[in-house]
């Protein structure tokens, strides 16, 4: 199971149905200089801007063997954004809050984007050893829980209390994806990778146009660990995010380059097949979404996830 992706890594046969359950966690611990021309307060003597960014992500889904060359995956996500604020003044650009509730330019709430996909299995060797090779094509269709205006502004006095994090990013997204894996009977027993581009349609209501996202990633799993009654994998992925835009003009370090490197266990249950991950990412340039993005800016980054699939003991009977 390639990390955090429930649904990826395995083709169903027609009428089968596979549901799965991804639950991902990120904290970021971010700081920056203070802001030049910020015009506040700084009770405790130091402008710097110091804070935490966490994300808890629940994205449950459901695959359907549409025939035994086509699969179709759906699923949406729910979730919240938090920042913590490390100061005791106020800011117009930070503050003790979550994607939960409404701000001067964000709808607040809990439901982020769905998405569709219909994979096309051109190799797909079951469940036993074997090659698995998969396209993709699909669409994520954004929820109203966005940013309604800009985060950034021309100047220090023209800058207006703000929030930089949303559960969507308001923009209808076209999704390509292929996936390769080979199942084998000697270490590492689960090799393989998968490359997908999310490339956004438009620009949202407001006037936000979002990064193309590009992931390319790499995954081995060994045979089962007796010690740990779980097989030990590794992972990497490179990511890369073109430069956004708001109202035409750059989002700053919108354009960004990360490196990816994770371990992970993965168990055989009774209720299901269960991943536990751990990545630590580390930017080559860019930065975090959710501050302003400097270049000063300086951060450190954990994810975890939790993902659960189990193949259903029945099948749709027109589809078989």
Do not use: C
Not at 15 to 41: K, R, S
Not at 60 to 87: A, C, D, E, H
Not at 147 to 165: C, G, I, V
Not at 184 to 211: C, H, W
């Amino acid at each position: 199971m390639p990390v955090g992706n429930s649904d990826k890594g395995v083709g169903l046969w027609a009428g089968q149905i596979m549901v799965g359950l991804d639950n991902n966690y990120q904290y970021i611990d971010w700081g920056h200089p203070e802001i030049d021309g910020e015009n506040a307060d700084y009770e405790d003597g130091d402008g710097n801007h110091l804070g935490t960014l966490s994300a808890k992500i629940v994205s449950p889904g459901i695959t359907i063997g549409l025939s035994n060359y086509w699969n179709m995956t759906i699923n949406q996500v729910f979730g919240i954004r938090s920042m913590t604020w490390g100061k005791i003044w106020d800011s117009d650009h930070h503050r003790e809050e979550d994607s939960s509730s409404n701000f001067d330019n964000a709808l607040g709430g809990l439901l982020g984007d769905s998405r569709i996909i219909f994979r096309y299995l051109f190799l797909n060797d079951g469940a036993g050893p074997g090659t698995r090779l998969f396209f993709g094509l699909g669409l994520v269709k954004p929820s109203k829980n966005t940013l309604t205006s800009s985060p950034f502004f021309p100047s220090a006095d023209e800058t207006e209390p703000h929030r930089h994090f949303s559960m969507s990013e308001g923009v209808y997204k076209l999704l390509f994806e292929t996936q390769y894996f080979v199942k084998r009977k000697m270490n590492p027993v689960f090799v393989g990778g998968t490359f997908s581009i999310d490339q956004p349609l438009s620009k949202s209501e407001y006037g936000y146009k979002a990064s193309r996202l590009m992931d390319l990633s790499f995954t081995a799993f060994s045979n089962k660990v007796k010690l740990i009654n779980a097989s030990v994998g590794t992972s990497f992925m490179v990511r890369h995010t073109s430069l956004a835009y708001w109202n035409d003009n750059p989002a700053p370090n919108s354009e960004s380059i990360l490196l990816i490197p994770g371990m992970g266990f993965l168990w055989n249950t009774k209720i299901g097949t269960v991943a536990l991950n751990i990545q630590k990412p580390y930017f080559l340039n860019g930065s975090i979404t959710g501050t302003e993005g400097l270049t000063q800016e300086e951060t450190d980054v954990y994810q975890f996830s939790v993902s659960m699939r189990r193949m259903l003991n029945y099948s749709i009977p027109f589809l078989e």
